[in-house]
């Protein structure tokens, strides 16, 4: 614990001292110079050229889609990666590269009074904190370790950028434990709280779902790291924002991979009852159905449960060639060890995200060996993230042991850009904060760059545009493939 808390002060120091005291907006969107772009141009050798910093380019996709709210001249960028010859961008000066790297902004916008909005107004006095939340199982056998790879995330997010417009930020976190009722109850002692500003999570779509009903009604903006579930994000609901993919991309990728690549015909699907678990493996299961595939069983356990062998040796009856699991670590481990106790140790074991977790590993043993999983595609990554993970072992004393730590990171600062965008700065220091202006600007998100890859959200709050990788367990360590 005592290391642990050294790391993030030495961490802390770091930071700070590469961040401007003075330094809360940015420089003004009118002294950038305009830009028509040339065959062979990508915006990293353009930063490089212009900046001497090909990680610059993220600030000139910001200033850019700045300056196209305003000129229909300007070309908005939804993917940084995918300049076309003739876009218009706008190159912004060096001291407003420095300061986007920096964490700052354009904005708030000035005024005397709070804003009208139809969600309400957060006040943050002169010398307040504006205080965000963080949501995630933090609690219980394997998922403990997914919550608090994210907490791990967001913050360094936070050590990263601590202050916006002069404000110190605060992160409150709470663990919703990955459960419905885990998810309702976080979200409610949430809402009662007239000085969060915003939340990023919930992380399981478990939690998720019933605790947006409830952001939902209250004006709350979240955003999710990686609740993943497809029905997450189809209700209508203004509140409900992701960082993450939904699984309509990630089960077909998971499907063309068993069948195209693992070269195998006949299906075996469990999951856990979650609708992250049972919505997953439908979209699979109807993908490989599409490609040619059989899905041979389809069977369920529930969280909790120890001995999968009476169910392992009812699916062992269909001779599936591959178990494909949406679920946790915990069950998962069960799933692969025990699948060997019932003659099926050649039968391909394969989850997704919610496994791809070190614990994973530790739990199933030998039987982890050869198993596969999805998780992101770390080359759609963002640039920084190299540095980050460097950043995330000297603070905890460990590699990231799951998958959504950048995702994480990136929600939070997806948050304190819409901030921003949204808020209003008194002439005394106090800043306010439109709870649906915030919103609007979280969904107005366009060609970041974030560490998880780029974040585009369209108007039902899906904002990953990242790809799927498949990884395999090899050697004890997760091996992309």
Not at 120 to 137: H, K, L, M, Y
Request: net charge negative.
């Amino acid at each position: 614990m005592l290391k642990k808390w050294f790391g993030l002060l030495i961490l802390v120091s770091l930071v700070l001292t590469l961040v401007p005291a003075a330094a809360f907006a940015a420089p003004p969107l009118q002294e950038a110079n305009v830009y028509t772009v040339q065959k062979d141009d990508t915006l990293s050798v353009l930063a490089d050229k212009e900046y001497g910093n090909f990680l610059a380019y993220p600030a000139v996709v910001y200033y850019t889609n700045q300056a196209a709210k305003t000129d229909s001249n300007i070309t908005k960028i939804a993917d940084p990666h995918a300049l076309e010859v003739g876009d218009v961008i706008v190159l912004p000066t060096a001291d407003q590269v420095a300061a986007y790297l920096d964490g700052e902004r354009i904005g708030p916008a000035e005024g005397d009074a709070a804003p009208d909005d139809p969600w309400g107004v957060v006040t943050i006095g002169p010398d307040e904190p504006i205080r965000v939340g963080f949501a995630a199982g933090l609690s219980g056998a394997g998922i403990d370790v997914l919550g608090i790879d994210e907490q791990r995330g967001a913050e360094l997010a936070n050590l990263a950028r601590p202050t916006v417009a002069g404000h110190a930020v605060e992160l409150v976190a709470e663990d919703a434990l990955c459960s419905g009722e885990g998810g309702t109850s976080v979200a409610t002692k949430m809402v009662a709280d007239p000085t969060i500003v915003a939340v990023v999570g919930h992380m399981c779509s478990s939690s998720c779902i019933p605790a947006s009903d409830v952001y939902d009604k209250a004006g709350y903006t979240m955003v999710s790291p990686s609740c993943t579930a497809i029905v997450f994000s189809t209700r209508g609901l203004a509140a409900v924002n992701r960082v993450c993919w939904s699984d309509d991309i990630q089960g077909p990728a998971a499907a063309a991979f068993v069948y195209d690549v693992l070269g195998a015909t006949k299906m075996a699907t469990i999951h856990d009852g979650s609708p992250y678990g049972e919505g997953l493996v439908a979209e699979t299961a109807e993908a490989f159905e599409a490609l040619g595939g059989t899905v041979v069983a389809q069977e369920a356990v529930s969280v909790g449960d120890t001995d999968m062998r009476p169910l392992l040796t009812k699916i062992g009856v269909a001779g599936p060639e591959i178990i494909y699991f949406g679920g946790f670590v915990a069950e998962g481990a069960f799933l692969a060890t025990q699948r060997g106790d019932v003659g099926m140790e050649d039968v391909i074991f394969m989850g997704a995200d919610g496994i791809k977790a070190r614990d994973f590993i530790t739990a199933a043993g030998d039987a982890a060996e050869g198993t596969y999983n999805s998780a992101a595609d770390l080359a759609t990554a963002g640039p920084g993230l190299a540095d980050f993970v460097a950043n995330y072992e000297a603070a905890y004393g460990e590699a990231p042991p799951a998958p959504f730590h950048a995702h994480a990171y990136d929600a939070y600062n997806v948050i304190l850009d819409a901030v921003y965008e949204a808020g209003v700065l008194g002439p005394d220091g106090t800043l306010w904060v439109g709870r649906k202006a915030l919103n609007d600007a979280v969904r107005a998100t366009s060609g970041y760059q974030g560490l998880s890859g780029v974040i585009t959200c369209d108007a039902n709050g899906n904002c990953g545009l990242g790809r799927v990788d498949m990884f395999k367990v090899v050697d004890g360590e997760f091996v992309a493939q």
